[in-house]
């Protein structure tokens, strides 16, 4: 058995949340000019989205649109208003655009993969709607440095465990490189695997929780080369 890099999709080499702020930014902005009180409606729209997630046992591609829709129905009947189609229809549409946002590659991610690349093999794990997923991966122009590609609908120890027995890498010499202490670090440090966490500002609280183990903190993409080829060790913070 050999070791590996298993690397986060979302947040860590393509950019994604920011477009999900952007609609959201939008989205208040809706809510305000038609009288709703715009700032509170991003924490029930958040609610809303959360309980989507959970209903539907994963980041699925309608959570986010009807959440939208949920939060703005749900002000409709606070402020006993009749739900408006035409505004209806504008905020759900905001939330299906997000989707078609290109999947554009974070600063240094291809410089970065070509260097790790033959050194190690190289694993993507990401998870939601596995088609639209596949899509973004391909369009990222990254899949090439990938000797598989995982969709997964929760990123949890079995996943990396799985991950491991069938790609025969050993998780004690492998690593996990993503930006969410949820679904890449912890459950990658459970499973084994050393873990590299990568700041990163724009990540949705319902990724945030409180480190299980130690790990390895990078403020970029670059920083890891330090550790995974060099033998360096940056700060490693512990659970």
């Not at 809303?48 to 649109?65: A, E, M, N, S, T």
């Not at 990396?160 to 690593?175: K, N, T």
């Not at 949705?204 to 409180?210: I, L, N």
């Amino acid at each position: 058995m050999s070791s590996g890099l298993v690397f986060d999709f979302d947040d860590t080499l393509v950019e994604t949340t920011v477009y999900y702020n952007d609609a959201k930014s939008r989205f208040s902005r809706i809510m305000d000019s038609i009288g709703f009180p715009a700032v509170e409606a991003l924490e029930t729209l958040n609610q809303f989205d959360i309980k989507h997630v959970q209903r539907c046992g994963g980041f699925l591609k309608q959570c986010f649109p009807f959440a939208l829709v949920d939060t703005y129905e749900y002000y409709c009947r606070v402020f006993r208003r009749e739900i408006c189609n035409i505004i209806r229809n504008e905020i759900e549409t905001l939330g299906w655009w997000v989707f078609d946002q290109p999947a554009r590659p974070v600063q240094n991610a291809e410089e970065v993969l070509e260097q790790l690349y033959g050194r190690f093999p190289l694993f993507l794990a990401t998870k939601g709607d596995r088609l639209l997923q596949m899509e973004r991966v391909e369009q990222s122009g990254l899949s090439h440095w990938f000797k598989e590609v995982y969709v997964l609908a929760d990123k949890n120890v079995v996943s990396y465990q799985q991950i491991a027995v069938e790609q025969r890498i050993m998780p004690g010499l492998s690593w996990m490189i993503g930006n969410s202490m949820k679904s890449d670090i912890n459950p990658a440090l459970k499973a084994g695997f050393n873990s590299i966490y990568i700041y990163h500002p724009h990540t949705w609280d319902y990724e945030d929780e409180a480190p299980l183990g130690g790990h390895v903190s990078a403020e970029s993409l670059l920083d890891i080369l330090d550790v995974v080829c060099r033998g360096n060790s940056l700060e490693k913070h512990s659970g």
